[in-house]
């Protein structure tokens, strides 16, 4: 079973952002399969690496659109994009130096983490991104 499930409850209403939500969905659920299928060092590194890259590109995807659309909140977004990229490097730093167990505690932080982020945050800046012709 899913670890989380895509609905329009995590819809910002903006096509690409969503896309790159699902995406982000999908590599978090691919990971918690693999980790309950018991899958070996190898794939979880692989799946882990895959998640932590995508999840910079998509943070750096929403940044730009901030920055050119001057949105007001930029500055705290961006704390909360940083402390979450923090969390991952430090997760696959722990996870490469040996400490192999992704544990349903670290899962659940991140399902968590992505559903509050978009609900509360991501969600704010629909109005400001439609405004300037997004859709
Ligand atoms: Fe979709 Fe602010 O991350």
Request: charged share 25%; glycine share 6%.
């Amino acid at each position: 079973m899913a670890l989380l499930t895509w609905n329009e409850s995590l819809s910002v209403n903006v096509r690409d952002i969503d896309e790159q939500h699902q995406k982000l969905v999908g590599m978090l659920n691919l990971l918690h399969e693999a980790m309950g299928k018991g899958q070996g060092k190898d794939v979880l590194k692989t799946l882990l690496g895959d998640l932590a890259r995508y999840t910079v590109t998509h943070f750096a995807n929403e940044e730009a659109y901030m920055k050119r659309f001057d949105y007001a909140e930029l500055a705290a977004h961006k704390a909360e994009h940083e402390a979450l990229k923090s969390k991952v490097v430090e997760l696959k730093a722990r996870f490469e130096g040996g400490q192999t167990m992704l544990t349903v505690e670290t899962m659940n932080f991140l399902k968590n983490w992505l559903t509050d982020h978009i609900q509360g945050s991501d969600k704010k800046y629909t109005p400001c991104f439609i405004a300037h012709g997004l859709k």
